[in-house]
């Protein structure tokens, strides 16, 4: 179970990386994509190896199964902190792309109801706590090109061409 101040991290390997996760006693509150072991373990901080924690085994195995095309869509509970309003629409608009498809950084920041604020939304992305659970690679620059990844921009398209695939739809970017 939980450590006495509640933050627990497990750590897994997935796509020849490994992934960090971390949750306190309300949720899931972060999550690395695949990388090497030393920058995934940054990740957890001053938190607690805990790989029982219940939202950490829940959340293992949904992104090991979204990694491998078998799911679209996280059921986890999460829990956002120390986020301005503006940047909470941002994560809000972003989970609400759906799975296969793609919005610009402009959509992103009408949605959060600052249409000419693309760049505040692309940081407010950048620093996604979640990214999978909140699908930032879902989101291309104005003209469609992949840019903006802060786990570069190859994990940015294996992420979309794997979607693209399960979902069955066209490459939704330019090169």
Not at 82 to 93: D, I, K, M, P, S
Not at 137 to 144: I, L
Request: charged share 20%.
């Amino acid at each position: 179970m939980a450590p006495a101040d509640g933050h627990c991290y497990d750590l897994f390997k997935a796509w020849g990386g490994w992934v960090c996760i971390r949750a306190d006693d309300d949720g899931l509150v972060g999550l690395s994509l695949p990388a090497s072991r030393e920058r995934a373990l940054q990740q957890a901080g001053d938190a607690r190896h805990c790989p029982d924690h219940p939202v950490l085994a829940q959340a293992r195995a949904q992104v090991l199964q979204y990694l491998a095309g078998e799911r679209r869509a996280f059921d986890l509970p999460c829990h956002l902190v120390g986020l301005t309003a503006f940047q909470r629409a941002v994560l809000e608009a972003a989970a609400a792309i759906p799975y296969g498809q793609v919005r610009s950084y402009q959509w992103v920041a009408g949605q959060a109801g600052r249409p000419r604020a693309a760049r505040a939304a692309g940081q407010a992305l950048h620093r996604n706590p979640l990214p999978l659970v909140i699908p930032c690679h879902r989101v291309m620059g104005a003209a469609g090109n992949l840019v903006g990844f802060g786990s570069g921009l190859e994990m940015k398209r294996q992420l979309l061409a794997l979607e693209c695939l399960q979902a069955g739809s066209p490459r939704p970017w330019r090169e």
